[in-house]
């Protein structure tokens, strides 16, 4: 039993006049007695809270940002009518900070033997699965003096997806793809490409592409134009151990590359190659891979959305291993991982040429644009300091570069909102060069 405020306001009115004219446990019975049967009776009126029937129904997933709504049946099969207050409980996440009391209460009036439907509006502000708590419901009698509460479990899940902002540049790369690809009158010229077909020289023409045979049989002089090949392999490498965590302004490292994975997945299916995922710690976390073209992305997107960083050093060995084991052919690795000293000089590359001697390996980075800021600091004594501290970080990070760049690597280091897009380019621009 749950008493009310009303119950509890009634019982401080009658108390005060008898403390004040007769105070005496006849008078304070005499007051709270009949308060006291009223609640009884209204606590015996309220609709059974038990035997109500919930099921739910509604949205199953939602990109992180947008708005998910469940829908929740409440079933009064008893013989009087339910009034009541319902809570919706889901994990904090769920909702934006301080939204959750409005958005997950609702006020139910349900007559006996009929149904209700209510929406809870969802706004994740996390990744992964959210599933539905417990529901609890306070059943008031008419005089609204006391309920009856007690709490059910509806199991439901939402899967709150990766954002993916940046397919706003899916468009612009798929048109750069087209024109590589020999769909425009653009064609790419040049060697490691699939041989499209022949044209008359014009001047500028790169000798090299002269077909002589063909120049022989006619009277022109023929050229071979080239498209970039197709059904090549990508193998997508997400690092997820404990650099990945570290947030750049407010993008944590391994979000800001899961969006870099979507865009490039895209586009390569686009592209006619076969694209593959590999996520990875210490274990294998995620993989995805020999799904045809039409399901690659959304199995990429549904490996990626529970994914969360480890906080433990990535065994780059195991990496290596992992990757090689999953590209039994000649193919393009994207590897998604940081440029610190420590987990570069000491674990990538001693490794590395494991890969590169058969792969072409492109590494891609998230950078910290703040570090450029304090790098052009000037002022104060204090801001000297930031832009000596600035200067060395910068140039760490472009030593390591220039390192993985002495060993082949084709190396994408750009800050979180460029990361996706120059991912493409460098993407687009193998393919162009015929190195994939």
Known sequence: MALTGRAALLAALGSLPVGIAAPSWTGMLAVNAP????????YALAAPVRTLQFTRSGDTSVRLGDQAEVQLTVVNPSRRPLRAHLRDAWPPSSWLPGTEPAASRHELAVPPGERRRISTLLRPTRRGDRRAEQITVRSYGPLGLAARQGSHRVPWTVRVLPPFTSRKHLPS???????????????????????????AYVPGDDVRSIDWRATARQSAVAVRTWRPERDRHVLVVLDTGRTSAGRVGDVPRLDAAMDATLLL????????????LLAYSRRTRARVQGRAAGDVLSAVVDALTPLEPELVETDARGLVAAAIAHTPRRSLIVLLTSLDAAPVEEGLLPVLAQLT?????????????????MAGARGTVDAIYEAAAGVEALAQRRRIADRLRSHGVVVVDA?????????????LALKAAGRL
């Open 35 to 42: 308060l006291s049967l009223a609640i009884l009776c209204d």
């Open 265 to 276: 997945t895209a586009l390569a299916t686009r592209a006619g190659d076969r694209v593959g």
């Open 357 to 373: 001697q058969r792969h072409t390996v492109l590494v891609a980075a998230v950078s910290d644009p703040h570090i450029a800021d």
């Open 415 to 427: 800050p979180p909102d460029d990361l996706a897009p120059a991912l493409a380019d460098a993407y």
């Open 173 to 199: 790369r798929l048109a750069r793809m087209r024109e590589l690809d020999g769909r425009t009158s653009v064609l790419t010229r040049g060697e490691g490409t699939e041989f499209d077909s022949l044209r």
